[in-house]
């Protein structure tokens, strides 16, 4: 709003111009007609029950004078909590997230705010408020960025978490910046962290980071079953045996694609391996029974892989009734076929309706969609070259150009540069279409070059 006019002024001049008498204004907006004198007259500050309420008997559309009630009530007069933290919340519940910037920036300097801002962004965090929660934690953070207090490494964990997307670029900034903050949690946090930055960097496929974070995860997830056995702290989002399970499949995983498929062999007899958990709830008992799956499906992965063609068929009726092992089997089942020249074709009809992205879930909840987006645009190039390796060019084509879309997508530097790589070894093979296809795709990279991102290179 350009006026300069007061709350006050607007309604003044409202009641004027429909000729109506504070007595049934009252009566329509639900404020006590004595609280409408005082508030005309300026005696009485505008509270935001009582500024909804005026705004909706004016029938103005909500939040119309919350730009005005910030100049009013946080920019020519000292703050205060009364208000303004109902202020915020109400911003929250509107989606109002600019007004909150807005009002927080007012008072980043006065640091005595800084508790009542962090409990206030718990709470947006908890009722799934994730945007508005976002300006809080930042203002926490800056504030008590000198502090080293558990409240600001709870921030930068829950600004973490909230920033994560498909952008793998971003998510790279993010968990680099969260990463020194981890061990300054509080214990129970520093499990769900620690796996959650696991998570981002299988994403972003640095097995080196994953050798480092799993070891870390394994240690503090024992100490903490050792001393308090499978009392889970309402904190922690999983079973305590989950995450030392957990350390040693993602220590696998990171071996296995370094290609030490001996040490990732050893690591699957340490997340099947469940004897020291005793007297299992029903919820470990899952958990257990999962990472049983997972250990099963993985030995056949890695024994594949380990040129043990002999176990495809094996791995392909143990994955035969169980979905959600497909995705990942189908990636390193290709990878194997290119490299060891197999035919895979009836595989790839039988399965091919799972091959489009969805998500992925488990006994013990949802895949990360970060890795299950770079799964997904590794699957598709993969794809691309059994098929282009057949001379079957149109599905070879249209896998390529999937995956170099989606890489754009999830901004996967490591995938665009393969399939560039892919493309120009069967170009002299593309009709004109896909040609032109592609390079409206290599246009959208030079875009992303132009704004001087760099691309993460973690194993050409």
Partial sequence: MKSVATIRDHLADYLKTNHMTLNQFSEISGINSGTLSGTLNGLRPIGMQQLDRLTAGMGLTEGYFYELYIHECFVHTSPDWRRLGPFLYRCAELGKVD?????????????????????????????????????????VAEGEKMQHSERLALSQYRLFTIGLSKDQLSNLTLATQFEFFVDRLDEPYQLDGLNDLINVYASLRRWDKLLVLGEKLKLKATIHYESHGNIKPKEVRKEIIFYILYSYLVMGSACFYLENYKAALDYVTRYIEHSWVESPSHAEQVVIQQFKEWAEANRFMYMLRDKQVHVLSDYLEYISNKENEFFPAICEILVAANEFDLDI?????????????????????????????????RLLMELSKYYLNKKNYDKGFKALLDSLFFSLEIKSGLTMLKCVGIFEKYRRYASDTVTLQYQNLIGEVSNLNEKKISFVYSDL
């Fill in 345 to 377: 074709d009836c595989v790839l009809v039988q399965y091919e309706s799972l091959i489009l992205y969805q998500e992925q879930s488990s006994r013990i909840g949802k895949i990360s969609s970060q890795l299950t987006g770079d799964r997904h645009t």
């Fill in 99 to 139: 007004y909150m910037e807005e009002a927080i920036n007012l008072i980043m300097d006065n640091i005595s705010y800084t508790p009542l801002l962090f409990e206030l962004a718990e709470q947006l965090y908890r009722e799934g408020r994730l945007e508005a929660a976002k300006p809080l934690y930042l203002c």
